[in-house]
């Protein structure tokens, strides 16, 4: 089974309300869908989601990368060769996270199809329990989200997240809302998303927010100072999670030593995709620090990807991979129901793609063949 032949498609995916964090506002989210085929028949496929604030690439650069790096480095190898795929895929390009876990994710897709089994069966096998996710939500006014967490309880959710960091001041309202909305009824996780930026703000925003018995603070100051979280620790017992401080080994090694956090959250699209994100969850193990699993707002497809992760490493405790609740429209059929999501034992991925679907959010398309 070789690679032969891969389409990239990049398409625009409509949002059922705008997507709001500390660092961007999105009326709708790109993403770039990949289909490798083998010269036996088989399709895979694979998704890249990238953020030009967390990844440092963009849709149109990744599919660039691509068409002329990446997939002339692997074609004509086994699909099942993963670790050979990623030594060619770093020696094309350094970095490019989130374009290598399109290719990964699309890899992984064919050896689960070839062997008739579900990605999570060749990654070890999975726990019996099916995932569950948050209800994620923007930064928007108190009031607002009060209204959206008094919904969530009766849709079934049992934890919310919430994304502070604005500009406006009043996060800590924010969270005051909620809780007088729903009591203690839903775990409340905050995602500063670097939004408080320093140290000292950040240990004043935690101090504020202890009241209002929040499971833990996610990225609360800069990505790349990442001795300011050993500051940010020193002032709070609050679990803190690191996550765009996260992307490869040597940067969760420094949480390691400085036990500074308790949890990271891991994510497909800055890593590269399933392969380097198994090789981090083990390594937090060693390290004594919890993952989860996070979110850049992907389709069914890399969505799909994280949760059989998830389900075949001891080690992941949290899913948030919620990205096709928030869509009009997509080409996977992903099944939630809340807060569960339902991993089948389908062949690789599980998702069937539509292509119809598929078509009628293309933005552009490209081929790249042996």
């Given at each position: 089974m070789k690679i032969s032949r891969a389409t990239i498609t990049l398409i625009d995916l409509p949002l059922v309300e705008p997507f709001v964090v500390a660092y961007a506002s999105y009326p709708s989210m790109p993403s770039v869908v990949l289909a490798l085929e083998t010269d036996d028949g088989l399709v895979g496929y694979g998704e890249s989601v990238p953020d030009g604030h967390i990844t440092g690439e963009t849709p149109t650069g990744v599919v660039e990368a691509l068409t002329t790096e990446l997939l002339p480095a692997v074609m004509g190898m086994d699909p099942r060769d993963i670790t050979a795929i990623h030594q060619r895929l770093n020696a094309a390009l350094k970095g490019c996270g989130a374009a290598k876990a399109?290719?990964?994710?699309?890899?992984?897709?064919?050896?689960?199809?070839?062997a008739e089994r579900p990605i999570h069966a060749l990654l070890g096998?999975?726990?019996?329990?099916?995932?569950?996710?948050?209800?994620?939500?923007?930064?928007?006014?108190?009031?607002?989200?009060?209204?959206?967490?008094?919904?969530?309880?009766?849709?079934?959710?049992?934890?919310?997240?919430m994304k502070l960091g604005g500009a406006d001041g009043l996060d800590i309202e924010r969270v005051r809302a909620v809780r007088a909305a729903i009591g203690l009824d839903l775990g409340i996780r905050v995602d500063a998303n670097q939004g408080w930026a320093d140290p000292a703000t950040a240990r004043t925003m935690i101090r504020a927010l202890e009241p209002f018995d929040v499971d833990w603070v996610e990225q609360p100051i800069l990505a790349d100072d990442i001795d300011g979280f050993r500051l940010v620790r020193q002032a709070t017992g609050m679990r803190l999670m690191a996550d765009e401080a996260v992307v490869d080994a040597q940067d969760l090694a420094h949480f390691v030593r400085?036990?500074?956090?308790?949890?990271?959250?891991?994510?497909?699209?800055?890593?590269?995709?399933?392969?380097?994100c198994r090789r981090l969850a083990t390594q937090a193990e060693l390290g004594g620090l919890k993952v989860q699993i996070g979110s850049m707002l992907?389709?069914?497809?890399?969505?799909?990807?994280?949760?059989?992760?998830?389900?075949?490493?001891?080690?992941?405790?949290?899913?948030?991979?919620?990205?096709?609740?928030?869509?009009?429209?997509?080409?996977?059929?992903?099944?939630?129901?809340?807060?569960?999501?339902?991993?089948?034992?389908?062949?690789?991925?599980g998702v069937d793609v539509d292509l119809d679907v598929l078509a009628e959010l293309t933005v552009s398309e490209r081929e790249v063949s042996r």
């Open positions: 399109a290719v990964d994710i699309a890899c992984w897709d064919l050896a689960g199809k070839a096998g999975r726990r019996p329990e099916q995932p569950t996710i948050a209800r994620v939500m923007s930064i928007l006014a108190p009031e607002v989200l009060a209204e959206q967490a008094v919904q969530a309880r009766k849709e079934g959710y049992r934890h919310l997240k400085d036990r500074s956090v308790d949890m990271v959250n891991l994510k497909l699209m800055k890593s590269g995709g399933i392969t380097p992907e389709t069914s497809i890399a969505s799909s990807a994280g949760f059989h992760l998830a389900l075949s490493h001891p080690n992941i405790v949290s899913t948030e991979l919620s990205g096709p609740l928030r869509f009009a429209k997509e080409p996977g059929d992903l099944k939630y129901v809340i807060p569960d999501v339902h991993i089948t034992e389908k062949p690789g991925l």
